[in-house]
């Protein structure tokens, strides 16, 4: 392909090497010369990649192997600390093919912490609770680069009593680019301001300009059943967004959401947090 083909050119100018070795799309035997080359299926650094449906993960193979292993270990009466150490690194690179998935886990990290190695204890209720839910959210831990961005940008915002959503319709190019621009890595966050200073989000200027300027509709404004703490309920608007705007369409799509708490927008695109009451 066109992309391909500059991407070599360009490693070629910068004298670097190029993995010729690793045998897959670009580099593949007889690539260079073939006027279209490339394959639509691939595996790179354990993740598989389906051109044509979009879908990213890692091989379904593995992931039920690692359930699989994950259950076992689950049935045994005890567990060690270097055992269940394994057990939840096996998870990492997983679940980073859907990020929410990493919430599940939060009791097994402390606990895990807490034991010494050599020393076998009884599974605590929770801890097993939480191994046996990832192994079997393995079989959702995937992503897809080919769902249609949602023209639909919304935005939320809550107080410790009041919350709602706001939203405005963008061109197709605008959703792009908007995605684009939005946080995707995050950090660990916590509702301790004092333990934990957070970075100040860095904008783009153009961003805040969109966001001021842009014809904002009401969708939703209702008032908390039960007051606490601003960020969960900042957090609680972004996932009752994120349900009704699912409601709207049959259609798998990528949503754009803006809030103005760096606690949420740090913990939802990281995919957890220290936080047991935010994750």
């Known amino acids: 392909?066109?992309?391909?083909?500059?991407?070599?050119?360009?490693?070629?100018?910068?004298d670097a090497?190029?993995?010729w070795h690793k045998n897959f799309g670009a580099c593949a035997e007889g690539a260079r010369e073939m006027k279209n080359f490339g394959v639509e299926n691939f595996i790179a650094w354990g993740?598989?990649?389906?051109?044509?449906?979009?879908?990213?993960?890692?091989?379904?193979?593995?992931?039920?192997d690692i359930a699989?292993?994950?259950l076992q270990a689950a049935a045994l009466p005890c567990t060690e600390k270097s055992l269940l150490e394994h057990l939840l690194s096996l998870l990492i690179h997983l679940f980073t093919h859907r990020r929410p998935c990493l919430a599940m886990l939060h009791r097994a990290h402390k606990f895990v912490k807490e034991?010494?190695?050599?020393?076998?204890?009884?599974w605590p209720a929770d801890?097993?609770?939480?191994?046996?839910?990832?192994?079997l959210c393995l079989c959702v831990a995937e992503a897809n680069v080919r769902w249609r961005v949602s023209e639909r940008i919304s935005s939320t915002d809550a107080t410790p009593t009041d919350g709602g959503s706001t939203f405005t319709l963008v061109s197709e190019d605008l959703a792009h680019a908007l995605y684009r621009a939005a946080e995707s890595?995050?950090?660990?966050?916590?509702?301790?301001?004092d333990l934990v200073e957070l970075p100040d989000p860095q904008c783009d200027p153009l961003l805040k300009d969109f966001f001021q300027c842009a014809r904002w509709e009401l969708s939703r404004q209702h008032a908390f059943p039960q007051t606490q703490h601003v960020n969960l309920q900042e957090l609680g608007e972004v996932v009752l967004e994120t349900h009704e705007s699912a409601a709207l369409s049959l259609e798998p799509l990528r949503l754009i959401n803006a809030s103005d708490s760096a606690v949420t927008i740090f913990a939802a695109a990281k995919g957890r947090s220290p936080s047991l009451l935010l994750n």
């Open 1 to 14: 392909s066109l992309l391909a083909m500059k991407c070599l050119e360009a490693l070629q100018r910068a």
């Open 17 to 19: 090497e190029i993995s």
């Open 47 to 64: 993740t598989q990649v389906q051109g044509r449906s979009g879908k990213v993960s890692t091989e379904l193979g593995k992931r039920v």
């Open 68 to 70: 699989t292993v994950l």
């Open 115 to 122: 034991l010494a190695y050599g020393v076998v204890v009884e």
């Open 127 to 135: 801890v097993r609770d939480e191994v046996i839910a990832c192994s």
């Open 185 to 193: 890595k995050g950090l660990a966050t916590t509702l301790r301001s």
